[in-house]
């Protein structure tokens, strides 16, 4: 596997309960039969929505590093064209969740990932999946901005160029995703320049230009605002609601307003210690943003939106 390559990638229902009816000997008794019951009707669940195609499935989700479970008994989907933000105090496995979505933890020394992660209904640890091919699909941006020492225009044209697509094509990739990643109308006349020479919040647009040059199906996010002044996160912000449009955004955040800004669905996790003394990270709730914050259905969760704990 090469480190470039993966680093370029970082880059989806009256029950007429019938009344029986009954047939009477005697003209002297009637017999009323009350209308049965109408069931109530149900509500159904976010899996049943037939709008809402899943783009991940994630089923007792498991992740053990040197042996020692990091993060355990993690249930939740992904929908396709929305953004989920997971949240949760430092150490509670947000990341290390996050990472499962393109098999990184496949580069990292003693990882172990057991459980199901299917991906538009595959198994995306089986075992003729391309690694590579799945990070070309599901792309990532980190923490900090890690632009290449190339030019801007490298940068961004790199992942297309080691997967083939012509030299005589690569102009207009670049240009398409540097105006995704609303970037292109600062650095248009200097894409010779070298990457690292644009701002923080410059780079973490190339970087995330980068990722949609190679057309993802999916871009993680973990925690691209941190190292961001109050504008820089703005900007960012605002580019994520108009690339949902096209594609499906997982973020990690230790912002919980940026959480609620943002994001369709979250995800709160937490951390608790295990009859070993040892940290492991759970899922305490999954749910509608909006509903998870203004009227969480754990009491874990209320104490952390609120600020008693994390």
Not at 92 to 117: E, F
Not at 213 to 232: F, T, Y
Request: proline share 5%.
């Amino acid at each position: 596997m090469r480190t470039e390559e993966d680093l370029a990638t970082n880059v989806a229902s009256v029950a007429t309960v019938p009344a029986d009816e009954m047939a009477m000997q005697s003209v002297d008794v009637e017999v009323v039969v009350p209308a049965p019951e109408e069931p109530e009707a149900e509500v159904p669940s976010e899996r049943d929505d037939p709008a809402r195609e899943l783009v991940f499935e994630l089923k007792d989700l498991e992740v053990r590093y040197s042996g020692n479970t990091a993060i355990r008994e993690v249930n939740l989907d992904i929908a396709a064209k929305e953004i989920t933000a997971f949240i949760g105090p430092s150490g509670c496995g947000k990341t290390t969740v996050l990472r499962c979505l393109n098999r990184m933890h496949d580069i990292t020394p003693g990882a172990q990932v057991i459980g199901s992660v299917t991906y538009h209904g595959e198994n995306l640890y089986g075992p003729k999946v391309d690694a590579a091919e799945v990070r070309r699909r599901i792309g990532m941006v980190f923490q900090k901005a890690n632009p290449f020492p190339k030019t801007i225009f490298d940068n961004v044209a790199y992942g297309p160029k080691i997967n083939g697509r012509k030299r005589s094509e690569l102009g207009d990739i670049v240009e398409h995703a540097l105006t995704r990643a609303a970037l292109w109308d600062e650095v248009k006349d200097k894409l010779k320049h070298s990457g690292l020479s644009l701002s923080g919040g410059q780079q973490q647009r190339l970087c995330i230009a980068r990722a949609l040059a190679v057309e993802p199906d999916v871009v993680l996010m973990d925690e691209p605002c941190s190292a961001l002044d109050p504008i820089a996160t703005a900007r960012i912000e605002d580019l994520m609601d108009e690339l949902k449009r096209d594609f499906t955004i997982v973020i990690v955040t230790h912002n919980m307003q940026q959480a609620a800004r943002v994001s369709d669905r979250t995800a709160f996790f937490t951390a608790e210690v295990d009859d070993a003394g040892r940290r492991v990270g759970r899922l305490v709730e999954f749910d509608d943003t909006e509903k998870l914050f203004t009227a969480p259905g754990d009491p874990r969760t209320e104490g952390y939106i609120t600020g008693r704990f994390g």
